[in-house]
Nanobody, 130 residues
Framework: QVQLVESGGGTVQAGGSLRLSCTAS??????????VGWFRQAPGKEREFVAG????????DYAYSAKGRFTISRDDAKKTVYLQMNSLKPEDTGVYFC?????????????????????WGQGTQVTVSS
């Protein structure tokens, strides 16, 4: 089992920045062996992939909407994955969830399908005003 807690959400004006954190606790898995993804869900919309990081810091992937603006990183010593979000837009508004993939092999990049992730945090709200 893995417990994930997100933090860092809030309200920001368009063009601003936020850094989200996802910290794992009560995990029977070695954190460095987890793939971690960030997903978001806007009101009335499906949950969508935003960014993911594999078991190596070089293994990252981004949704097209996030490329060039968001950066995902991990600090395995702190059992934390970060999502740095810059140049935020109103369409980035939503609840952001982090999720853990316990089945990712070492050489693989992060998976973008939410069904691949077994454990989820409760989410943190991000609101971008125009």
């Amino acid at each position: 089992q893995v417990q994930l807690v997100e933090s860092g959400g809030g309200t920001v004006q368009a063009g601003g920045s936020l850094r989200l954190s996802c910290t794992a606790s009560r995990s029977r898995f070695t954190f460095s062996r987890l793939g971690v993804g960030w997903f978001r869900q806007a009101p009335g919309k499906e949950r969508e992939f935003v960014a993911g990081i594999g078991r190596g810091i070089e293994n990252t992937d981004y949704a097209y909407s996030a490329k060039g603006r968001f950066t995902i990183s991990r600090d395995d010593a702190k059992k934390t994955v970060y999502l740095q979000m810059n140049s935020l837009k109103p369409e980035d508004t939503g609840v952001y969830f982090c999720a853990a993939d316990t089945s990712l092999i070492l050489s693989a990049g992060p998976r973008t399908d939410s069904g691949a992730y077994e454990y989820w945090g409760q989410g943190t709200q991000v609101t971008v005003s125009s």
